[in-house]
């Protein structure tokens, strides 16, 4: 079956070859698949390409008046599956569809064009500016379906409970244009588990201004991890297997 283009699909199309960027309309599984110009259409799906998008609910008429899109980053994970990597352009607001595309256009073109500097960059850069690096305390993890960094918390008896930080889309990878908040998790030192609710989170889900949230997440963290303050266990009694209550003083926050 062969799904037909809807007419958005022409001025997106034409945003991106502006762009100088390769796109076609994949009429059996109804997608907008953007790549990089030097690579064959045909090949497209073999490596890194961007699925554009927008809210097919809404009549065209109201598309070229105010259109939202969002675009993509997906990567092959073990055929027929393929996986996101990142967000790299979400619509600020509706706008008319030419100006829209055109916007979307850039970002992609941007992301093609390399090397990129991630929030995921702009958060490390934070948390080195208080010595928190991959020397010191700082660990990454990047995979196909989500990314994070965790930093030590030292506890008593040469322990480390766990601080892990990523994006509200489980993203470090993702343009700081794309960055929707940071959130941190505290992670016990026994098996790992998340402590409780998030001890900082920002953002609903919608654009966040990535300089800012990296440096206010890099202070919260350094404060979290060098308040001088006592760790002790106040615990009742330990729960089985000498694991804490998440509710014990040492996971306090400063």
């Known amino acids: 079956m062969s799904i037909?283009?809807?007419?958005?699909?022409?001025?997106?199309?034409?945003?991106?070859?502006?762009?100088?960027?390769?796109?076609?309309?994949?009429?059996?599984?109804?997608?907008?698949?953007?790549?990089?110009?030097?690579?064959?259409?045909?090949?497209?799906?073999?490596?890194?390409?961007?699925?554009?998008?927008?809210?097919?609910?809404?009549?065209?008429?109201?598309?070229?008046?105010?259109?939202?899109?969002?675009?993509?980053?997906?990567?092959?994970?073990?055929?027929?599956?393929y996986a996101r990597i990142a967000n790299i352009y979400t619509s600020p607001d509706g706008r008319p569809i030419a100006e829209e595309a055109a916007q979307c256009a850039r970002a992609v073109a941007e992301w093609f064009a390399g090397p990129r500097l991630t929030a995921g960059d702009v958060l490390m850069a934070a948390l080195a500016e208080y010595g928190i690096t991959q020397e010191n305390g700082l660990s990454l993890l990047y995979n196909d379906h989500s990314d994070s960094c965790s930093v030590l918390l030292p506890l008593p008896g040469d322990t480390y409970a766990r601080l892990v930080i990523a994006d509200r889309d489980g993203s470090l990878r993702h343009l700081p244009k794309a960055h929707t908040g940071w959130s941190v998790i505290l992670?016990?030192?026994?098996?790992?588990?998340?402590?409780?609710?998030?001890?900082?989170?920002?953002?609903?889900?919608?654009?966040?201004?990535?300089?800012?949230?990296?440096?206010?997440?890099?202070?919260?963290?350094?404060?979290?991890?060098?308040?001088?303050?006592?760790?002790?266990?106040?615990?009742?009694?330990?729960?089985?297997?000498?694991?804490?209550?998440?509710?014990?003083?040492?996971?306090?926050?400063?």
Request: proline share 9%; aromatic share 8%; with cysteine.
């Open 4 to 81: 037909t283009a809807p007419p958005i699909v022409a001025t997106i199309t034409s945003a991106l070859t502006d762009a100088g960027v390769g796109a076609f309309w994949d009429s059996a599984e109804g997608w907008l698949i953007a790549h990089p110009v030097t690579t064959d259409p045909s090949d497209a799906y073999d490596g890194e390409h961007v699925m554009v998008h927008w809210d097919d609910t809404v009549p065209s008429i109201t598309l070229e008046e105010k259109a939202s899109l969002e675009a993509t980053v997906w990567v092959p994970d073990g055929a027929p599956d």
């Open 187 to 254: 992670h016990d030192e026994l098996w790992g588990e998340p402590v409780g609710d998030p001890v900082y989170i920002t953002g609903d889900g919608g654009p966040v201004d990535c300089a800012e949230d990296s440096a206010a997440a890099a202070a919260f963290i350094a404060d979290f991890v060098t308040a001088p303050i006592s760790r002790h266990c106040d615990c009742p009694a330990k729960a089985d297997h000498d694991r804490h209550a998440h509710t014990c003083n040492r996971y306090r926050r400063p």
